[in-house]
């Protein structure tokens, strides 16, 4: 049994070294732990850009299944934003941390984005306690008019290119598309007074985003205005107003998240729906110098509304749509060890470890316990079986060649065989002490019914234990899919209550909890393969005990018997 299982353990212990075989990765500073390697793919697998982007903000999500946030600073200043090369500092804002509920979004200014690359990436470090917040930037300043991110408590929104604020409250929905939104009921548009930076100049170039879910479907309402220039919901159809020129775009249904946008560039203008161009027309954009307006008569949420004073083309918007949006798969993302191992792609075993929920350790640890049972049983009860058929096969030879009386002998040790063999030389001799030179019926069964009672016992000495492993077989895939179901409880209930619906924040808690099942299966079915071996020896054994009482009843009659 010992030689069996020895090559078993060494394939696991060769799987699991591979499991958690470390990548080797030169950190940009070893005070900063924590490492996080965002890979933002502008390939086909990933987003597929038509041009090269110069000078972009890219989003970044950080959630337990990709940062570890135990290990940074609590209010997350020890942040670091690094380029590809891991050595030059990008300047990044961050709009949200929450350490508790283990979720960020932070916006990460790069130069350069390429098309059809996989190659792009950056570096987010942190863990040093006695780091300060360096870094950081209002990345939105420069290039953009407005930028609302709605990312404040209830209160007024403001602005984060200009800190322009908005006239009146805004109310917040918590679980919207980028953290916050704004929640609009319809009564009163959000608005940002008149200001230089949302001034636009006759023939001049502007480009007008943001993300909208509508409540309900047939409605009108002006999604945002700036004076002459404003983008509206007619029934389901994007319209854009321009001077009075009409512009008709694609569908906006209901409760469904969709960005929407209008950019103007020399006399020509085009409606964006999801990152694809929707409408176009002929027309020049005229001056205005009156504000902004989000939401007009809207009901639904409205999240990350972004005014440039300069024309974004396809490549832009489909960016925008597919970086901010709740699955942006082009953005994927790896947690590394501290020390530089990395835990993702050989050590995909080290991210499910480090996302079990506690509920999962507790299940995975009374796993744990039952198969060390389930395997000290099998391996104590295998060799106990294995010796006593040995010894049963020593003692019947001896038996049948020689004929009479047997005496005690180190091959017999362990021999169930032998024990039933000296009860019943006992029984008869105690008979023939008394003086009874031949046996009678009676005595010959009650040293029948001697040797039976002992048979029994026996066979509960045989079957001692095993019903652990029938609480292994049956118990273990119930616990492992207890931990599993409640695992994946907790991890809807977190980006439930987070309103990050990221496929990237939920695929990490879910893994880890079908690794309670795993486990579950993994007492299970060698417990089942034990069982049945044992279970098996253990029958034979028995029928052999209960073929030897009746040679040796019958051979005690024509010896000792009444004649």
């Known amino acids: 049994m010992t030689s069996l299982l020895r090559p078993l353990l060494a394939s696991l212990a060769a799987a699991s070294a591979l499991a958690l075989a470390p990548s080797a990765h030169a950190a940009w500073n070893k005070d900063f732990p924590t490492h996080t390697k965002i890979v933002i793919d502008t390939t086909a697998k990933g987003l597929a850009l038509p041009a090269a982007l110069g000078e972009v903000l890219v989003p ?82 420069g290039g953009y008019a ?74 009108n309402a002006t999604l945002a205005s700036m004076g002459a220039i404003s983008l509206q919901r007619n029934g389901d159809k994007l319209v854009a107003q321009v001077a009075g020129a009409t512009i008709t775009g694609g569908s906006l249904p209901a409760n469904a998240w969709a960005h929407v946008g209008l950019s103007v560039n020399a006399g020509k203008a085009t409606l964006y729906i999801n990152g694809k161009p929707a409408g176009q027309g002929d027309v020049a954009l005229p001056a205005a110098d009156a504000g902004l307006q989000v939401g007009a008569g809207f009901k639904g949420l409205v999240d990350e509304v972004e005014v440039i004073a300069a024309a974004r083309d396809e490549a832009w918007f489909r960016l925008e749509s597919g970086a901010q949006g709740a699955e942006s798969g082009f953005i994927r993302s790896t947690k590394e060890a ?149 695992g994946v409880m907790i991890t809807f209930a977190a980006i439930a209550a987070a309103g990050d619906v990221n496929v990237n924040a939920i695929a990490p808690g879910i893994a880890a909890a079908l690794l309670a099942t795993v486990a579950g299966l993994g007492v299970a079915i060698p417990a089942l393969f034990g069982y049945n071996y044992l279970a098996a020896r253990i029958k034979n054994l028995s029928a052999d005990m209960q073929i030897f009482v009746d040679e040796f009843v019958t051979r005690a009659a024509e010896v000792h018997g009444t004649r």
């Open 60 to 141: 970044i999500r950080l959630h337990s299944g990709n940062f570890d946030f135990a290990a940074a600073k609590v209010d997350g200043s020890d942040l670091r934003v690094i380029a590809a090369d891991d050595k030059t500092a990008l300047p990044f804002e961050v709009e949200r941390y929450d350490g508790v509920n283990e979720l960020a979004l932070i916006w990460v200014k790069l130069p350069q984005l390429p098309a059809g690359s996989d190659k792009n990436m950056v570096h987010v470090y942190a863990g040093n306690p006695n780091a300060n917040a360096e870094g950081r930037a209002a990345v939105f300043a």
């Open 338 to 486: 501290a020390g530089g191992a990395e835990e993702g792609g050989g050590g995909y075993f080290g991210i499910l470890l480090k996302n079990l929920t506690t509920d999962a350790w507790v299940v995975i640890g009374i796993l744990m316990f039952m198969f060390a049972v389930a395997a000290w049983v099998m391996v104590t009860k295998g060799i106990a079986v294995v010796r006593a058929g040995r010894a049963n096969d020593a003692f019947m030879g001896r038996f049948r060649e020689v004929g009479g009386e047997l005496k005690a002998s180190a091959e017999f040790a362990g021999s169930p065989l032998f024990r039933l063999y000296a009860t019943g030389v006992r029984e008869v001799s105690k008979r023939q002490q008394a003086g009874q030179r031949e046996l009678s019926g009676a005595a010959l069964d009650a040293i029948k019914a001697t040797l039976d009672a002992d048979l029994v016992r026996e066979n509960h000495t045989l079957n001692a234990r095993m019903v652990l492993l029938t609480i292994a077989i049956s118990g273990g895939p119930f616990l492992g899919l207890l931990g599993t179901v409640v």
């Open 146 to 219: 407005a930028a609302l991110h709605f990312a404040e408590a209830d209160g007024v929104a403001v602005d984060a290119a200009g800190g322009l604020k908005s006239t009146a409250p805004v109310l917040r929905e918590t679980n919207g598309l980028l953290g916050g939104s704004a929640r609009l009921d319809g009564s009163a548009p959000i608005a940002l007074a008149a200001a230089p930076a949302l001034r636009t100049v006759a023939g001049g170039a502007l480009t007008l985003a943001l993300w909208i879910k509508p409540e309900a479907s047939g409605d």
